[in-house]
């Protein structure tokens, strides 16, 4: 068996009037974050970390923000479609950091964790920090993730 590992990392910036979604969650916000599809800088970086872990580009390569396809997507499919693209790989953990400033996310780490594990199959471990008032995190200008993730393939 061959253990592999991939890094992920999203961001997006802060804007009123869309929602703020982590992990597949809804999180109470006046703002939301702004992309091509839900934003979601969690699952990205999980997208991304995989596809580096199976040596298979990002995540701009297979679910690009010019593909009208994407607009608006919930994150949680791409997630999904992530999985057959990693052939013979199969996820066997992920860890994650989000960082922003506000809301604070202890409520809700849980509940992001379990929506990415129903996906993935595998365990998945979800913290969060902020950025102390320091830079444009600090500021609240945006949000921010980091994700390994660790996927097993079987040596035929």
Not at 25 to 46: F, I, M
Request: with cysteine; aromatic share 4%.
């Amino acid at each position: 068996m061959t253990v592999l590992s991939g890094i992920g990392y999203d961001v997006h910036q802060f804007a009123a009037g869309r929602p703020l979604v982590l992990g597949g969650v809804q999180v109470p916000s006046e703002r939301g974050l702004v992309g091509h599809s839900d934003a979601d800088v969690l699952t990205h970086a999980v997208i991304d970390a995989l596809l580096g872990a199976a040596g298979l580009g990002d995540i701009g390569e297979h679910f690009p923000d010019t593909d009208e396809q994407y607009r608006g997507a919930d994150s949680l499919d791409l997630l999904a479609a992530t999985l057959p693209l990693l052939g013979a790989a199969r996820p066997v953990h992920v860890d994650a950091t989000v960082v922003l400033e506000a809301p604070k996310l202890a409520d809700y780490k849980a509940d992001m964790a379990a929506r990415l594990s129903a996906v993935l199959g595998c365990s998945v471990n979800v913290k969060a920090t902020r950025g102390e008032k320091l830079g444009w995190i600090g500021r609240g200008e945006g949000a921010a993730c980091l994700a390994i993730a660790t996927v097993a393939r079987d040596d035929a």
